[in-house]
C-alpha cells in the first residue's frame, strides 16, 4: 500500500538495532482517517473469503482491526496480555516470548469467543520474527477455528517471521513489507 | 443510548461487587458494527464544539475512541499504561488508583501528541469512581491543551465519579447511565 510506504518514510524513526517507530500515526497517536484506510485496503485483499471474525491483540493491534472490521462487518477479539501464566479452563492460552523486552508474556483469549465453526482473519501492526503471530496461530488452533490468513501493517521481512510462516503455507498480506533500514533508510520489498 | 442500554441487559453480566462485565461486544470481543453507532452517537454529542483530538487509554478504550474519530474526522490519542512511575521528560505522566486490582499505575502521553492549541474530547468505556478519568484530565491539564468534555460508554452512577467532575464544571456524556445493580437486575437513570 503505497499511502502507508509514503507514512512511513515521512513519519516514522529509525533507532538503532533496526527499531522503527511510528507513534505518530499507528502506535500511540492513531491516525484514524488513515486506519480506516488501511482497513478498507484489509477487507479488500480478503473480500471472497468466509472470514466470519477478526482476532488481534492488545494494544496496537486494536485500532487497525476495528478500521478493517468495520468495513467486513464482523466482530474483533483482542487478545489480552497476561505476565503470568494463567492456567484457568475458560481461557486459551499461549506463550509469546519479546525480543523488544526479552522477556516471555502469555496472550489469553477467553474460549466464549472463539469457535471450530469461526474463519479468522489474524491482523497485528508489526511482523519481525513472527513470536506474536505464531502465538495467535496457536490460539486460533487450539479453538478448532481455521485461520483464513494474517493481515500485517508493516512487516520487517528481514527478520523472516513472515517468510517462514509462507512457506507453511499461511497467507500473509502485509500492507507495508520493508527489507532494510540500514543507515536509517527504508528499503520495501 | 437506547441500544446501548438493551445490549447491556441483554449481554452484559453483573457480578458481586458491582462488577459489570460487557466482554461480548466491549472489552475482549469487540462488535465493531455497533462500536462505530456508539461513535456515530458521540460525535453527534460533540458536533460543532470544535474537537480536534481524542484521548483515550489503553486497551478497552481505543476501539470506542476509534468509532468516534472515524466520524468526527480527528486522531485518537492513548494513553499508556506503566506500572512504575517513569519520570521521564518527554512525557506527561498521572498516577490512578485502580479499585478493581487495588494497586497504582500510571498512564503515560508523550509530549509530542498533545499542545497548548488542542481542544480535547476525553473518550473511556467505563467510569465509575473517576479515577482513571481523572488521571486522563491531569494529564490533559499538564499540555496545556483544553478537555472539551468527556464520552462514555457505560458510567456508573451509584458509584459518583461522573456526579462530582459535573459539579466541577466538566461535561460528561455518558452513553448508558446505571443508578444501581442490586441483585443483578440493572436500572437506568
Known sequence: MRALEEKI?????VYPGNILKVSSFLNHR???DFIMEMGEEIARLY??????KILTIEASGIAIAVGAAAHMHVPVVFAKKNNTSNLNADLYS?????????????VVVSKEFLSPEDRVLIIDDFLANGAALNGLLDIVAQ???ETVGAAIAI???FQHGGDELRRKGLRIESLALIDSMDDGAITFR
Open 9 to 13: 518514510v515521512a513519519e516514522g524513526k
Open 30 to 32: 492513531i491516525d484514524v
Open 47 to 52: 473480500r471472497d473469503c468466509g472470514v466470519n
Open 94 to 106: 499461549s506463550q509469546i516470548h519479546s525480543f523488544t523486552h526479552n522477556r516471555d508474556y502469555h
Open 143 to 145: 479453538s478448532g477455528a
Open 155 to 157: 512487516e520487517k521481512g
